[in-house]
C-alpha cells in the first residue's frame, strides 16, 4: 500500500506485514534501504537520509537489524547476563535455535513474532523432541523481552509440546562392554575414554575434563559440568583400580590438564571426542545405539547389579532425586536382585526364628 510521505527521494509504504518501509531512491545515486518502522524524525534517520544525500554508504547501519527487530532483540538477549548465567552447553544450544530466529524473521518487528508465527514454526520440526528445544529456547527469551517491556505480551505462553516417550541412551549391557575391551586393551585411549566414562559413571564433559588435578589423597573430587553455574553438584569417590590402570597404561603430557588427550597431546572437545568415541565403536563392532552417554547409565547398572543401594548409586552419579537414580537403573539385572532380596530374608529368618517350645 502506498502512502503519502513528504521528503525528497524517499519511497514510503506499508508492506503486507504492516511494516513502515523506507527507500531512498535517487537518479544517479545508489538506492538505500533505510530502517524498517523508524521514525523519519528522528536524529538516527535523518542522519542516514543525508548520507544518503550526500552519496554516502550507509549499509553499515542499515544491514545490522534495526531497534525494535527481532534480530536486535535477540542481539542483545545473547549478550545479557540474563543469557550468559547459564552453562555452557545450554547456551550453545540455545545461541543455535534463536539465531535461526534470527535468519528467518530478523528483520520483522519484534510484536510480529506472535503465537500464531511460533506455532507455525514448531510445527516445522522434524520431531517433537526437536519441538521441545526450540519452545525451550524461546521461552527464556520472550520472558526477558517481557521484563525488558519490549514486548507487552508473551507468544510463548499457553504453548505446549508433548515429548515422544523415550527410554533416553541406550545402556551398555555387560557384553558389550565386555566386546569393547576386548578390542580396544589397556594402554590406548580408546580403553582410557571407556574407563572414564564407565566407571566413574561421567557424562561425556566431565570425563573428558578430568585430570590430574581431580585427584586428591587417592580420590576423584569434582564439581559436575552440568548446572555448575545454578547448583554445582560436587563428586567424590575413590579412584577404582581399573580405572587407575588405565590412567597409568596410557599417560597424558605432564603439562597436561586431562588424562585424556587427542593425537596432539591436547584435551578433546565434546564434537571431536563423539567422533573418535565413536570411530572406537565401529572398530570393536559396536551397533550406533552404544555412545557415550549409555556407559553412565550402563554404570550405574553396574552398581545396581552389585548390590549398591540408590544412596550409593546417588553418590557416585552426583545425581540428585531418587527419580533420576531409578530411570538410569532400570536395565539392571532383576533375576539376581531378586536372589540377593531372597538370600536376605532367608538369613534374617535364620537368625530371628524363635522356636515354638518358647513360645507360650
Not at 170 to 175: H, V
Request: glycine residues 6%; charged residues 25%; contains cysteine.
Amino acid at each position: 500500500m502506498q502512502v503519502q510521505f513528504r521528503m525528497k527521494y524517499i519511497n514510503h509504504w506499508v508492506d503486507g506485514l504492516g511494516r513502515h518501509r523506507y527507500r531512498f531512491r535517487r537518479k544517479g545515486f545508489k538506492g538505500v534501504e533505510l530502517p524498517v518502522d523508524s521514525d523519519p524524525n528522528s536524529i538516527a534517520f535523518q542522519s542516514l537520509y543525508h548520507a544518503a544525500l550526500r552519496g554516502e554508504p550507509v549499509m553499515a547501519v542499515t544491514t545490522g537489524g534495526a531497534s525494535g527487530t527481532v534480530k536486535a532483540a535477540i542481539e542483545r538477549y545473547l549478550n545479557s547476563t540474563t543469557f550468559n548465567k547459564n552453562a555452557d552447553s545450554t547456551k550453545v544450544l540455545r545461541r543455535s535455535v534463536l539465531n535461526s530466529v534470527s535468519r528467518l524473521v530478523g528483520n520483522l518487528p519484534l510484536a510480529k513474532m506472535d503465537t500464531s508465527w511460533v506455532k507455525r514454526w514448531l510445527e516445522t520440526a522434524s520431531t517433537m523432541n526437536v519441538q521441545c528445544t526450540r519452545l525451550a529456547a524461546l521461552k527464556p527469551f520472550t520472558a526477558w523481552a517481557i521484563d525488558l517491556e519490549l514486548v507487552a505480551t508473551d507468544p510463548t505462553i499457553g504453548i505446549k509440546v508433548k515429548i515422544e516417550k523415550s527410554d533416553g541412551h541406550w545402556t551398555w549391557t555387560d557384553e558389550e562392554i565386555e566386546q569393547y575391551r576386548a578390542r580396544h586393551s589397556i594402554g590406548t585411549k580408546a580403553r582410557l575414554a571407556l574407563e572414564l566414562l564407565l566407571t566413574v559413571t561421567a557424562r561425556r564433559g566431565d570425563g573428558i575434563s578430568l585430570g590430574r588435578q581431580h585427584v586428591k589423597d587417592g580420590w576423584l573430587v569434582f564439581v559436575q559440568e552440568k548446572n555448575r553455574k545454578r547448583k554445582p553438584q560436587k563428586v567424590e569417590m575413590p579412584l577404582p583400580a581399573v580405572l587407575v590402570a588405565a590412567i597409568e597404561a596410557c599417560p597424558s603430557p605432564p603439562e597436561s590438564l586431562t588424562f585424556l588427550v587427542n593425537e596432539w597431546g591436547r584435551p578433546f572437545s565434546k564434537r571431536r571426542f563423539n567422533t573418535t568415541f565413536r570411530k572406537w565403536c565401529d572398530e570393536a563392532g559396536l551397533p550406533k545405539r552404544c555412545v557415550p552417554h549409555g556407559l553412565r547409565k550402563g554404570g550405574s547398572k553396574l552398581m545396581a547389579d552389585s548390590g549398591a543401594t540408590p544412596h550409593e548409586i546417588m553418590a557416585v552419579t552426583g545425581h540428585r532425586t531418587m527419580k533420576e537414580v531409578t530411570r538410569y537403573t532400570e536395565a539392571y539385572d532383576r533375576k539376581h536382585a531378586a536372589a540377593r532380596a531372597q538370600a536376605k530374608v532367608a538369613a534374617a529368618q535364620d537368625v530371628n526364628v524363635v522356636p515354638l517350645t518358647r513360645v507360650r
